[in-house]
């Protein structure tokens, strides 16, 4: 009965990988720091980057500084012309900024005692836009999903629907635009952002890029050393009815001690009256710290911890933590190789800590197109059942994604 | 089948995907089969004996006999009162819940019918996603038509900038 159990609590929490691992992936490439870039404006719309278009500028340095050049100088200060958007086939006005995504991933999942499960994803398909008519700014993203990404989706079937992650409208209330006021719908400002959005940091706060945005107004700001936002927490009004909603807030303040060092601090309260996973009344705080730091240009050490505390009605409370440790080294301009260490506890009675190891390698081998391979040993703790003891299930992950960007 | 029976398996099949992907995603205890909880059911509501699904009476709660983590919408209730698995009285106290605030699916089961097939145990307790528009086979349309006119606006767009003379060399 016990290794039935495990086996259980093991697919239970494959399925919830594959589920999470089937869903989207964003640009956000929070390693840039290793050129000095500690703030996401420069080449992101959105302000705390990692969703939606790119700037201009943003674009060339994509093509300046993320992919592989072979050979020809990479230091040069013009950006090849296929840098801009469709290949710079297409011009746009420079008040016009619009992108897409397609990423197709091959997924493996062996756990323990399990059959071997095997996929073909789309992860994303994806188009989104930013207008900017003097400090008025629009913007809004509309994709296809085949499976997941519910809280994102426009339509109402279980799967194949159009989905929207992002759409708000903002003023900037400066002449650079430093400071941003937006209402929509927007990622939650919190912790890292980053393009691992399964890593438990995201999962256990809610708060990754794929179909966690909420409606919501944020203000944020970017100048100097600083940067942060602030969003006030209306709900997701793509979940019905009301009452799963979540109301509060969410908030990150980042500082760049030096171009190559940044640390931060986040914090999240909401409240729904009845909570999309356990159905009861959910006070759900949490709060962590962030770095970022690049002691030489070719390494990149990212690090968070959160920790999770949620109030739930009829069910206790749960208090758990999330933190993840990246170091992400480029021995070659656009060829990456990341080992990611994670270590989770959701907080469930007698629930023992999960962990789990990624390596994982990234090639931008060309123009808007990208290679990567995860593999992923994972840990994961199984709470005792009543009268008995806690275990552990181990699974293996493997991902292998192609990545084109519009 | 009648149009408003599809829809109430409709919205019963998003329910049950619906709370097994936000189980999954936050990795929160999952509910399987408890091969005591259908008698422990029978024995607090005072039955003669399962009268869902008999003899397991599984089905109650899940959509198959064998259990798994998938669960009716009346699972899905008791779940959210706060049973857990193997544990007996958390079944106890989730019933009496139920009782409390949801009296007529406990009738259902007294009278023995499905509760699950009740309105009440879909509508009250699952989230739904999505605007107003059907997914399916129209979300894939909409996706065609939505790249056919983003790509016909940037071509009206590209022409404009080449006859204003703006257009970048090709």
């Known amino acids: 009965m016990r290794a039935s159990r495990r086996i259980g609590w093991g697919v239970a929490l494959a399925f919830g990988l594959a589920l999470l691992l089937a869903t989207s992936s964003a640009q956000a490439y929070p390693w840039m720091i290793r050129h000095g870039y500690t703030g996401c404006m420069p080449c992101h719309t959105d302000p705390s980057g990692g969703a939606g278009a790119l700037t201009e500028y943003g674009r060339a340095q994509s093509d300046l500084l993320l992919r592989t050049h072979y050979g020809q100088a990479s230091s040069s200060d013009e950006a090849d012309r296929t840098s801009g958007f469709l290949a710079g086939i297409v011009p746009l006005p420079e008040q016009l900024r619009l992108g897409g995504d397609f990423r197709e991933a091959f997924f493996s999942n062996k756990v323990e005692g399990a059959p071997l499960q095997q996929e073909l994803i789309t992860m994303r398909a994806d188009l989104y836009g930013d207008v900017k008519v003097g400090r008025f700014r629009a913007a809004g993203a509309i994709g296809y999903v085949p499976e997941g990404d519910l809280e ?10 159009v989905i929207s992650r992002e759409h708000w409208l903002g003023v900037e209330l400066d002449d650079d635009g430093a400071w941003l006021l937006r209402g929509g719908r927007m990622a939650l400002p919190f912790g890292i952002r980053m393009i691992e959005h399964t890593l438990w940091a995201r999962v256990l706060t809610r708060t990754d890029l794929d179909d966690a945005q909420q409606y919501g107004a944020s203000l944020s700001f970017s100048r100097d050393q600083l940067r942060g936002e602030v969003m006030a927490i209306a709900g997701n009004f793509q979940i019905h009815p009301d009452e799963y909603r979540e109301r509060g807030y969410s908030a990150y303040v980042e500082l760049a001690a030096l171009s190559t060092l940044a640390v931060g ?3 999240l309260f909401t409240r729904a009256t009845r909570d999309i996973v356990y159905g009861v009344t959910d006070y759900r705080y949490a709060n962590g710290l962030f770095a970022r730091y690049a002691p030489v240009p070719s390494l990149v050490l990212l690090g968070e911890a959160d920790s999770v505390y949620q109030s739930l009605t009829w069910n206790g409370h749960r208090g758990g933590y999330a933190a993840f440790l990246q170091a992400d080294y480029e021995p070659l301009q656009g060829a990456h190789l990341m080992v990611t260490g994670e270590a989770m506890n959701g907080g469930s009675s007698g629930e023992p800590s999960s962990f789990d190891a990624w390596l994982s390698g990234v090639w931008f081998l060309l123009p808007h197109i990208d290679l990567r391979l995860d593999g992923i040993v994972s840990t994961l703790g199984v709470p005792a059942p009543p009268g008995g003891s806690s275990s552990y299930t181990h699974v293996t992950t493997w991902l292998a994604q192609f990545h084109v960007f519009l | 089948m009648s149009a408003s029976t599809k829809r109430r398996r409709r919205r019963t099949r998003g329910a049950i995907v619906a709370v097994v992907l936000a189980l999954a995603l936050t990795g929160a205890s999952s509910a399987r089969a408890t091969p005591d909880f259908p008698q422990a059911v029978v024995e607090d509501l005072g039955l003669p004996g399962i009268t869902i699904d008999p003899p397991q009476g599984c089905k109650l709660c899940h959509p198959t006999d064998s259990g798994g ?45 499905d509760p699950n097939q009740d309105p009440d ?11 107003a528009l059907e997914g399916g086979p129209m979300a894939r349309s909409l996706s065609s038509m939505g790249t056919f006119v983003a790509i016909a606006l940037l071509r009206s767009m590209r022409r404009r900038a080449s006859r204003a003379g703006h257009a970048a060399p090709l």
């Open chain 1, 265 to 267: 601090a986040s914090s």
């Open chain 1, 152 to 161: 994102a989706s426009l339509t109402t079937t279980p799967t194949d629907n």
């Open chain 2, 121 to 131: 145990a879909a509508n009250l307790h699952s989230p739904r996603y999505g605007c």
């Open chain 2, 69 to 113: 983590t998938s669960l009716q919408p009346f699972g899905q209730l008791l779940q959210q009162y706060g049973v857990q698995p193997y544990d007996e009285s958390s079944l106890k106290e989730a019933l009496s819940q139920v009782q409390q605030n949801e009296p007529q699916l406990v009738t259902d089961i007294e009278d023995g019918r």
